[in-house]
């Protein structure tokens, strides 16, 4: 049988409770410490002293470490006491100097009090806690004392009061440096420049302290004034160095006071030895107590600066690094403050917007409507927008909400403006709208062309039917009569017919087309020749065709009478004053149509095409008549069809290019055609040469 493992012996104590035990015997330790220096400064015996330093360490250790050390009260008092009173009332001792600091500590978490001392409120909680506490150990420690015959029942009040007070001055005194040590001092201490400082400030508060208290200047009445110096030099610690400096020079200075009150030469040894304490304490406690008041004051005001110094760096943060331009006013509408994303808007620096209106940076047509919105703005909210003069020329256009800032009911005192760049929204709204209207006129030209279509082929079918009867009726009627006069009218007039007839058919796209590899500059040269006929005399007629043009796939007689209807239509606008008419073609490659793009050409797949442009110098157009321009019987002419620029549009559609005019009034018209490339069998574009003689310009 296999042996049976050995069984681990668990230790009877762990490392926790030995930590607790090593922690309450220090802190007995310490208590026996302080209280044999308080010893040093007896007022009863050996037993009542003028200050009690051992309660301050208590305080400080059962609030930093918790209410489960009070051992370590209880034995520090059996300690200090053992062989000074007897075995039942240091017992009682023990009791009443345990329950103490415990009360004191109680009452302080009841209070919510802050050990750093950071506002003027935690030293005031802190001297209550202390008081009311402190009464406890006094309490008990004096009837222990009259139950011991230790003291006279006379003599009661004045025990229980320097018991009181002793203690109650060693909790404001000596507990404070232990609660104030935080990991902030500890940090600061430990900066070598810091710590020189602090060691320095406190030996010369020291020699203060010791040449202002101390036997050293003479008779009394000329050391009354000097305890003002230490007072005023512990108001410079607390100021300068926090609650932790001030609450260690409070320490020296009650072991100074108490030193020299001891030997007899300090500015409290009074005859009346009562009088003397009184001052002494009140000396004391209130020093260190208004210190740490100063102390919180201080601390409170620096931690309220750091807090808004804080709170500032956030909300310029969220305000410089907003998208939106933010921006504020005076009522004038001068320029207080603009955030960095308004001064990259406008491209300016801050020295170039502040201290100057408002509108400097938007463009002159808004500048008054602006700076006039901003002087109406008395209460609320006023939507506005403006465009702004960007670098290079280009507009941009903001849209501001201007709110007036001001007590209610009264006069604004700023204006706040908060802008939000809308170009990209107003430029897609105007593309919106674009294409809304491209497709208005898309889905109007196709009906018109349905109806154009119909009406065309109704009327081809009875115009074939008169030509055809008129013509048989010419062939049996004897030459040179009436009626054949008369008939050859109806065959002339059918045959005009028929001609619009065409037009109509081309403009709804259902021309009978021949479509093949033309040489494009070749049939514009032959079109222009014979539309010149058409020109007015003083008009000048130029043919500038492009230089190595490809070929496109059209129909060549569509494209002639595309050319023709268009010089026709430029001589009409230029009219019987001089003017010129210019024929351009030239080759270009479409990527993807933007925002940029105009007209039908955002409809074009992307691809090389032919541009032919066709401008005038002639009288331009409106808007309203762009419009219509390319709707059929639609003319602004007294006599005229109104199918020409019609039929151009159908030709167009029916080759899958696409046709934009551009014109103002008064400053003439550009058509502009583009029709598609021929391609190879490989995609690549057929290239026909150019004839020399197509490189002249025509002129007429």
Not at 398 to 410: D, K, Q, R, S, Y
Not at 545 to 556: K, M, S
Not at 577 to 583: A, C, D, K, L, N
Request: hydrophobic share 50%; charged share 20%; glycine share 10%.
């Amino acid at each position: 049988m296999a042996p049976r493992p050995p069984i681990p012996i668990r230790p009877r104590v762990n490392a926790g409770t030995a930590r607790y035990l090593v922690g309450v015997v220090l802190f007995a330790a310490a208590y026996f410490a302080a209280g044999k220096a308080g010893l040093a400064f007896p007022f009863v015996g050996d037993v009542v002293t003028l200050v009690w330093p051992p309660t301050g360490i208590a305080v400080a250790v059962l609030w930093r470490f918790g209410l489960r050390y009070w051992p370590g009260v209880a034995l520090g008092v059996l300690a200090t006491n053992v062989g000074l009173v007897s075995g039942w009332v240091l017992a009682g001792f023990a009791a009443g100097n345990t329950l103490a600091p415990v009360a004191a500590v109680l009452m302080l978490r009841r209070l919510r009090y802050d050990p750093s001392f950071a506002s003027h409120r935690d030293p005031l909680l802190f001297a209550a806690a202390a008081l009311a506490g402190m009464a406890v150990s006094a309490s008990n420690g004096a009837v222990w004392l009259l139950l011991d015959s230790y003291i006279l029942l006379p003599e009661f009040l004045d025990v229980w009061l320097v018991w009181w007070v002793g203690d109650a001055v060693g909790v404001l005194v000596f507990a404070p440096p232990l609660l104030t040590l935080t990991p902030e001092v500890w940090r600061t201490l430990r900066t070598r420049a810091e710590a020189v400082g602090l060691g320095l400030a406190l030996a010369a508060g020291l020699g203060v302290a010791v040449l202002c208290l101390g036997p050293l200047l003479g008779e009394l009445p000329r050391k009354y004034p000097l305890v003002l110096v230490p007072a005023g030099f512990m108001v410079w610690a607390a100021v300068r160095y926090g609650a932790w400096a001030a609450s260690v020079y409070g320490v020296v200075l009650a072991a100074v006071a108490l030193w020299a009150t001891a030997v007899g030469g300090g500015p409290f040894t009074r005859p009346d030895m009562q009088s003397g304490l009184v001052t002494l304490w009140a000396y004391v406690g209130g020093l260190t107590g208004a210190a740490l008041v100063i102390a919180g004051v201080v601390a409170g005001r620096d931690r309220a600066e750091a807090r808004l110094r804080a709170e500032e760096a956030t909300y310029r943060s969220l305000v410089e690094d907003n998208p939106a331009m933010i921006c504020r006013l005076t009522p004038t509408g001068v320029v207080e403050f603009a955030n960095q994303t308004y001064l990259r808007a406008v491209r300016k620096s801050a020295s170039q917007i502040l201290g100057r209106p408002f509108g400097d940076s938007h463009a002159p047509e808004d500048r008054e409507r602006l700076a006039q919105a901003v002087r109406d703005l008395a209460v609320g909210r006023q939507p506005v927008t403006v465009e702004v003069l960007a670098p290079g020329g280009r507009m941009r256009w903001h849209e501001w909400t201007l709110t007036a800032a001001g007590e209610p009911g009264g006069p604004p005192v700023a204006v706040q403006a908060v802008g939000l760049d809308v170009t990209a929204l107003r430029r897609a709204e105007r593309q919106r709208r674009a294409l809304e209207e491209q497709m208005y006129q898309t889905q109007k030209l196709e009906s018109l062309g349905v109806l154009a279509g119909g009406i065309a082929h109704e009327f081809n079918n009875i115009l074939t039917g008169i030509l055809g009867h008129a013509e048989l009726a010419t062939e049996d009627t004897p030459q040179g009569s009436l009626l054949s006069e008369h008939l050859s009218g109806i065959t002339d007039s059918a045959r005009r017919a028929a001609d619009r007839v065409r037009q109509l058919m081309a403009y709804a796209g259902k021309g009978q087309l021949a479509i093949r590899p033309l040489d494009l500059n070749a049939v514009i040269r032959d079109a222009a020749d014979l539309a010149a006929v058409s020109v007015p005399k003083r008009c000048e007629l130029r043919f500038e065709p492009g230089a190595g043009l490809p070929a496109v796939r059209a129909d060549e007689t569509s494209v002639r009478q595309l050319v023709t209807s268009l010089v026709i239509n430029a001589g009409e606008a230029v009219g019987d004053g001089p003017g010129q008419i210019r024929v351009r073609t030239e080759a270009v490659h479409l990527s993807q149509p933007g925002e940029e793009s105009s007209g039908s050409r955002q409809a074009l797949a992307p691809g090389r095409y032919v541009v032919i442009r066709v401008s005038d110098t002639g009288c331009g157009m409106t808007e309203a008549v762009k419009a219509r321009v390319f709707d059929p019987f639609f003319s602004t002419k007294f006599v005229g069809r109104g199918l020409g620029l019609a039929a151009v549009h159908g030709i167009v559609k029916a080759h899958s290019g696409a046709v934009e005019v551009e014109s103002h009034p008064g400053r003439g018209t550009v058509f502009t055609v583009l029709l598609p490339v021929a391609l190879g069998d490989d995609d690549t574009a057929l290239a026909i040469p150019l004839p020399a003689e197509v490189g002249s310009a025509l002129t007429r």
